[in-house]
Nanobody
Framework: QVLLVESGGGLVQAGGSLRLACAAS????????MGWFRQAPGKEREFVAT????????YYADSVKGRFTISRDNAKNTVYLQMNSLKPEDTAVYYC????????????????WGQGTQVTVAS
């Protein structure tokens, strides 16, 4: 079992930045690829970014490429999502997720999920 707790969400003006963190507890953090997903009101949950177990490989959704950066600190059991140049369309609940294996963009590939943190971008 892996427990994931997100933090760092909030209200920010368009063009601003936020840094989300997801702290993991339980089994060995470095065993898991980590992903960030988001769900806006009335929409399905969608992939944002994922990172490999070592942190050497990452993938991004086209909508956030060049603005968001995923990273991890295995010594701290934490994965981060640095979000810059935020837009109102980035408003959503952001979830982190873990999977035992290589990074994937498919939501159903993930085994463990956090409760989410709200990000609201005001125009």
């Amino acid at each position: 079992q892996v427990l994931l707790v997100e933090s760092g969400g909030g209200l920010v003006q368009a063009g601003g930045s936020l840094r989300l963190a997801c702290a993991a507890s339980g089994r060995t953090f470095s065993r898991y690829a980590m992903g960030w997903f988001r769900q806006a009101p009335g929409k399905e949950r969608e992939f944002v970014a994922t990172i490999s177990r070592s942190g050497g490989t990452s993938y991004y959704a086209d909508s956030v490429k060049g603005r968001f950066t995923i990273s991890r600190d295995n010594a701290k059991n934490t994965v981060y999502l640095q979000m810059n140049s935020l837009k109102p369309e980035d408003t959503a609940v952001y979830y982190c997720a873990a999977r035992d294996g290589p990074p994937r963009v498919v939501i159903t590939s993930y085994d463990y999920w956090g409760q989410g943190t709200q990000v609201t971008v005001a125009s």
